[in-house]
């Protein structure tokens, strides 16, 4: 298994540490099997990207946008094949 960057590991862990609203409020329901009683893991490092929310048993991963982004579907485009490449989705 390939090593995981440390940088984006101190990142992710600093985002679970402060989360924003929206991610706290989206947790408080995700956490604990709460949904569907399905585990859900937070702020998790898929290189080169780290995921708001992932559902390894369903193969899903939640992304949250504070804003519309351009582009939004050629970047949703290129996440997707490095996901699929990696044999998450």
Known sequence: ??????????????MRQNPTPTEAAIWSVLRAKRFESVKFARQVVIAPYIADFVARSRKLIVRLTATPTLCAS???HVAQRGLNIRGIA
């Open 1 to 14: 298994m390939p090593k995981v960057d440390e940088t984006l590991l101190a990142r992710a862990k600093a």
């Open 74 to 76: 050629a970047r949703t």
